[in-house]
């Protein structure tokens, strides 16, 4: 895959090293060290960070202002833009918006719906899905166009990415769903946190029989447990969330004290055994407002130090 892009992260994937990004949430409300102190905490043992976009629809710091922070602190910023909140012409302008910061990620989603958040009677937009939305940051980038056709002065320069969720019902259509991605235009996907892990070596060999892990980086997710009651809740309230019984059973047969770090544990393992399965290009570790286990996680799964490219 040539490069298209400045963006550090593509090339960590380009290279052959296996990639490590996080996510923070921005806060409901307007400091900005909550957005700085978190990614200080995870700065040096991953490649590019995520900032979520009114994750489950609730209201906080908008993600484009929380990733001009981390440009200002000299990091790599994965913006994440949901087309819920946003009809296309405020999506080229933010994409726009980014690009005048020489940020160079960006990741395509829909958005939970905003039944989910704090303002459940707001109206969606989804002038445009998340599809469309990689197919207009592409054509954008490789074309120079708008959406309209008019020319763009200083086109931005994203490297382009989507989530995928390789067990949500119908399982038989995951994969298919992967490829349209992918034919949008897609370079890299991350996936919602795995532990049913049979079941994702499953999904990644109907992603190897169609030649997908060739023509798009995988990066696998992950989310550690803080206790017990994490993943009941994960495994029965999230959707398109699969938990298997023996994993919920091994965190509730751990005494209540040590059960973070076990899930830590759990963690860890999950990365060794993702790490070999052909096709898996890197890891978005998830710890949610839990980022100061970051480092443990990536040092204890064998991915620190990271490369510099």
């Not at 302008?93 to 910061?101: C, E, H, K, P, Q």
């Not at 190897?208 to 980086?217: F, P, Y």
């Not at 290009?281 to 130090?305: N, Q, S, T, Y």
Request: charged share 25%; proline share 5%; hydrophobic share 40%.
């Amino acid at each position: 895959m040539s490069l298209k892009t400045e963006s550090k992260l593509e090339k960590i994937l380009a290279s052959g090293n296996l990639a490590v990004t996080s996510e923070c949430g921005p806060p409901r409300g307007s400091d900005p060290e909550a957005i700085t102190e978190k990614a200080n905490l995870i700065k040096d043992h991953v490649d590019a960070i995520n900032i979520t976009d009114n994750q489950t629809s609730v209201t906080r710091m908008c993600s484009l202002a929380a990733c001009i922070r981390l440009k200002l602190m000299g990091l790599e910023p994965v913006l994440q833009m949901v087309t819920r909140d946003r009809n296309r012409i405020a999506l080229q302008s933010d994409i726009l918006g980014a690009a005048s910061f020489d940020i160079h990620n960006m990741l395509c989603l829909s958005g939970d719906h905003q039944s989910f958040g704090d303002c459940a009677s707001g109206q969606n937009v989804h002038d445009l899905d998340s599809m469309q939305l990689i197919q207009t940051v592409r054509r954008m980038r490789d074309e120079g166009k708008f959406i309209g056709g008019d020319e763009i002065k200083r086109p931005p320069k994203m490297f382009v990415g989507a989530a995928a969720n390789p067990f949500a019902d119908p399982f038989e259509i995951r994969v298919a769903r992967l490829a349209k991605k992918v034919a949008a235009g897609a370079e890299f996907i991350q996936t919602q946190c795995i532990y049913n892990l049979d079941k994702f070596e499953k999904w990644m060999k109907g992603v190897r029989d169609r030649g997908l892990h060739e023509k798009v980086h995988i990066l696998a997710g992950v989310t550690p447990f803080k206790s017990a009651g994490m993943a009941r809740y994960m495994k029965n309230r999230v959707p398109g969330m699969d938990v298997p019984d023996a994993v919920v059973k091994r965190m509730a047969d751990t005494p209540k004290e040590k059960q973070a770090q076990e899930g830590i544990n759990i963690c860890v393992e999950s990365i060794q055994r993702l790490k070999e399965i052909d096709g898996v290009h890197g890891f978005h570790v998830m710890a949610i407002e839990w980022e100061e286990k970051v480092p443990e996680i990536v040092e204890r799964a064998g991915l620190f130090p990271r490369p510099v490219i």
